[in-house]
Structures are given as C-alpha cells and as structure tokens.
C-alpha cells in the first residue's frame, strides 16, 4: 500500500496540472504534508482530489467543494442546523437529477445526429 504521493503521480493519475492541486491546497480543499518544498500527498488526501475532481466536473463552485468537505467530516449538532443541511443537500440533489434529466437528452440529441450522419452516408454511397 502506498504511503505517500507526489504531485507528479497525482497530476499524472487525473490529467490534471500541479497549479491545480496548489490552488485546491491555496483554498484549503487539500492540506497535504510537506517535507522542506515537497508535497506529499496521503491517501486520504487522494480520495479528496476524486471527490474535488468529481464535484468540480458536475459544477459545484469551489465554495459549495468546501462545504460538502467541511460536512463530511463533522455534521453540525442541532437539529436546526442538521435541518439547513438536509434542505441544501435536497436542493443540491434536485439540481444535479435536472442537469443528468439535460445530459441524457444531449446525448439522445447526439445518438439521432450519429443516425441521421450514417443514413446519409448510406444515401451517398459511402460505407461505414
């Protein structure tokens, strides 16, 4: 099991720059170890770039990255405030089912294109 991992094999892993991973540390998303100027990464430190990664790609703002982060590691203790949660979680949800409802007919709008390519393809005598 690796110990550590360097922002090379990071950045390398995800396709992703090493500005990316100092701005996500500059935020405070990421908090990884350091020995003099070297970045050492944990796995857990790992799994949080997936999350951030994940997040980022389904367009959660940083601010919102923050906050889910915050939450996943120590929920707020009143009802009140587990309440203020739930709801945003719930707003959070209904907006990601509408944008995934948008991806599927993109992609159907896509499969139809693909389709009407190929049968004119076929019409002009040119095989696939």
């Given amino acids: 099991m690796v ?11 995800f396709d992703i720059s090493t500005r990316t991973l100092r701005f996500y540390e500059d ?5 990884p170890e350091r020995r ?3 970045r050492l990464y944990s ?3 790992r799994r949080l770039i997936v999350k ?3 997040a980022r790609r389904v367009g959660f703002s940083i601010s919102e990255i923050s906050e889910l982060l915050k939450l996943d590691l120590s929920l707020p203790n009143t009802a009140k405030q587990l309440k203020i949660v739930m709801d945003q979680l719930e707003k959070k949800r209904q907006e990601l089912r509408a944008q995934r409802r948008d991806l599927e007919a993109m992609v159907d709008e ?3 294109l693909e389709d009407a390519c190929l049968a004119k393809l076929a019409e002009i005598g040119v095989s696939t």
């Fill in 43 to 45: 796995p857990a430190d």
């Fill in 27 to 31: 935020e405070g998303l990421l908090q």
């Fill in 3 to 13: 110990n550590h991992y360097t922002i090379s094999q990071l950045t390398k892993e």
């Fill in 52 to 54: 951030i990664l994940m």
């Fill in 36 to 38: 003099g100027r070297t």
């Fill in 110 to 112: 896509l499969d139809n």
